[in-house]
């Protein structure tokens, strides 16, 4: 780091010192007996900012190697589907020309494979099967809402590509054009099943990829305050807070040190032991949890020892992993 990216670090540091003798960390908390919340600004600022929150955390979770691995799967049993209902139609069908049912079952291989396959990926991510089970009802209803929509685009995407393709067959084959009419519902039932069947097997291999990477833990975390590294073991890191340009690790002994930083990318690096994100200022051990109790309006305050930290009504997963900790 150069002489002056270093100046304006301490310089930082040194500003961010003086707020803390007046002001405390953002986010709801009180530690060792003081209370320290702080306002959490219009209902209209915190929901819009929640919502691109949840947006955001969707697309972490998308991970493309799980639509990689999909895709693998999906397309030699696609394929063994189309031969199978093919000749099945042919001989349900004699009337028909040979390569008519050819293209019905390829034409709709190709649209789910080619164009709608990414959307029970997507959806799943963002609303995983395990908000069914969660408690409360904001949960499902979340899980029930995405999955709808993403259902809609799906066959949409799916009856489209098939339309469109089994018209330039039927023009390619000299034969009459091809007419799909009002077969939309009867399509979507169908869909509803395929999608379905998606969605548990994009669900079953992230829940496969990620414990397959499930690493060693660790015994300590690096924390860079300033010019010196604080080597923390990971039983002794209670919680991590937002502060400004920083974060802030709120160890066992007492100690507080500030590591120039993001809340997401502490996040990033501490959520596979046992880490959770409770808040969208707070990052808590989960487990270090001594207890929990409700504040009214769906929010909690989790319990760490001396440390009390929020529990937003924004983060139901987290809610569910800290009570199973606790």
Known sequence: MSDTAGLHEDEDRATLAKRGAGRQAPGDVRAAGRDIRRGRGTNGDERGASGRRWWSDA?????????????????????????????????????VAFWEPWVW??????????????LPWLATAAASPEEIVAEGWRPKLRFAAVHAVALLAY????????????????????????????????????????????????????????????????????????????????????????AGNYVEFWLADGRRPLMRATLAAIEVELERFGFVRA??????NAGAVTGLRPDGSGDWTVELGALEAPVSRRYPQALERLRAAG
Do not use: C
């Open 155 to 242: 066959s949409g995407l799916h009856v489209a590509g098939l339309v469109w393709l089994r018209k330039l067959a039927y023009a390619a084959m000299e034969a009459e054009p091809y007419v799909f009419g009002d077969r939309f519902v009867y399509e979507l039932r169908k869909d509803l099943i395929s999608y379905a069947v998606f969605a548990g097997l994009f669900w079953l291999v992230g829940v496969l990829r990620r414990r397959r990477e499930e690493p060693v833990r660790p015994v300590s975390f690096d924390i860079r305050d300033g010019g010196r590294i604080i080597r923390a073991p990971l039983s002794q890191i209670v919680a991590v807070s937002s």
């Open 279 to 284: 808040h969208r200022s707070w990052l808590v």
């Open 59 to 95: 697309l972490r979770r998308a991970d493309p190697r799980d639509l990689r691995s999909g895709y693998l799967i999906v397309a030699p049993v696609a394929l063994v589907v189309v031969v199978v209902n093919a000749l099945s139609n042919l001989a349900d069908l004699p009337q």
């Open 105 to 118: 079952e390829g034409t709709s291989a190709a649209a789910i494979v080619g164009l709608a396959l990414w």
